[in-house]
């Protein structure tokens, strides 16, 4: 079984930086892309960003020259960098990750809060 298991969340100033790491249960090898995913209250679970197994990036427009998304596949971790933090990205980030075999994981979320 597949665990996702997020940290790094709190709570910054508009402006600020923070680094969210997903620490996957086995090598990340196994899975076609990771990503963090977000929710705010009242909202959907939107994408903030993705990677691939290649390497490929992708990022939501709102996200884009802000955030920064990496991977450590020695130590099968997801990173997202989140640089000049604005209070609209207040919200709970989640892992996710797609399993080779069709199967997506979450992690439990980590919550962002952003005051103004």
């Known amino acids: 079984q597949v665990q996702l298991v997020e940290s790094g969340g709190g709570l910054v100033q508009a402006g600020g930086s923070l680094r969210l790491s997903c620490a996957a249960s086995g090598s990340i090898f196994v899975f076609n892309a990771m990503g963090w995913y977000r929710q705010a209250p009242g909202k959907q679970r939107e994408l903030v960003a993705s990677i691939t197994s290649g390497g490929n990036t992708n990022y939501a427009d709102s996200v884009k020259g802000r955030f920064t998304i990496s991977r450590d596949t020695a130590n099968s971790t997801v990173n997202l960098r989140m640089n000049s933090l604005k209070p609209e990205d207040t919200a709970v980030y989640y892992c996710?990750?797609?399993?080779?075999?069709?199967?997506?994981?979450w992690g439990q979320g980590t919550q962002v809060t952003v005051s103004s």
């Open positions: 996710n990750a797609d399993h080779l075999f069709g199967v997506r994981y």
